[in-house]
């Protein structure tokens, strides 16, 4: 029976669509419409006709602004980092932003609820203005950026933990680099604010309580939600008509917005797919998002290009056309390709990396694979592709998810959240 909530909640994001924050936070909000709760939701950059959702680049004047704010911030990190592109889009520095204190969805709200603001939608002096408005404020971590200094994926450092400093993502670091001033700056904002944060793993709330700026804060753990009655095992023959991938193979799927993105290892499958020539005859690599020619060409397996996809159904179809998902990245959070696979019966094989083995759990409905090892990685695939055909493996891959992710599971939580912060 669905839920009566009567509270009204604004959700921040840089995107409508574009993005694994992007996608999670649109599915919230979707979910939590279906139990009673009156949601909108405020971007930069809106691709729909939904009315629940709004951009703050409504008029001429905002719509230069967005481009100022996107590119002076990049150009600042430019410049900073000696005219190299290297780490350009690693790194955010929240410089320049839009003001929404006064706007009016959130002077409707009873909460903020912030997700993903880097690239010029929120400044850090924005995110300052919304917290002096009093009203209790949720913040789930997508990536670690929330808690840091510049960097959305701190890898080996541990220099969040003090003061920053020395940052490996800068050409020139010292003790008082562009990443320790951000983070003093941080701190002076969000340091004591009574900030709700909510990071969407164990692994990234275990990164997030080391954090300096966890003082005077408050930490849990929500997952992102998954709608599992559109994310459905479908006929396999169907799907890959429809997708025009051949039948009568076994296909391994891959996606990536930028594959040549160094943390989404895409070598280390590259590798793998070469220790798995001699399937060569019967396994087929198919691939969506951007993978540059150059790259297409160096897997070991014949290979087919799905291109972006943005529509649902499609996406879908794609998933339900799989004999297994690999996921190859060296640093993530929790990843929603992992759960829109595991969704349609897809079981994943991916690296021991952040939040990966809290949803893979090794040979029951995936297979962890040993981080950085290309052989590893080929052993798991051969070992799911073994067992792709079970009928009952498959519904058990659906299972964990059907128990852990779907929208009523999520949405209570946050509901309790949000109930929580009222009070």
Known sequence: MQKTVIMKVLLLNTFEKKGGAAVACKRLALALQKQGVEVAMLVRDKNSSDLFVSSVVDSTFNRWHSKFAFLSERLKIFLINHLHKKNLFTISIASTGFNISNHPLVKEADIIHIHWINQGFLSIHGIDQLIRTGKPIVWTMHDMW??????????????????????????????????????????????????????????????????????????????????????????QELARTFMHLPTGKKIILFGADIASDKRKGVEYLIQATHFLADLKEEVELAFCGEVKEE?????????????????????????????????????????NMVMEAMSCGVPCVGFHTGGIPEMITHLKNGYIAEYQSATDLAFGIRTILAKSNDELYRNGVREFVLANYTERIVTEQYIQLYQKVLS
Request: glycine letters at 6%.
């Open 146 to 235: 929330p808690v840091t200094g510049i960097c959305h994926y701190a890898s080996q450092c541990h220099h969040y933990t003090e003061k920053c400093g020395k940052c490996p993502f800068l050409q020139k670091p010292s003790g008082k680099d562009l990443s320790f001033r951000v983070l003093r700056h941080k701190s002076k904002v969000i340091a004591g604010a009574g900030i709700n944060f909510v990071a969407c793993s164990h692994w990234l709330l275990e990164q997030a309580e080391k954090s300096v700026l966890k003082t005077g804060n408050i930490f849990s753990s929500i997952p992102n939600p998954i709608d599992t009655t559109l994310f459905v095992p479908g006929n």
């Open 295 to 335: 790259m297409a060409n160096a897997f070991g397996l014949k290979t087919h290009a799905l291109g972006y996809l943005s529509d649902t159904n499609s996406i879908i179809k794609m998933y339900q056309a799989a004999d297994c998902f690999v996921i190859p990245s060296l640093e993530e959070n929790l990843p």
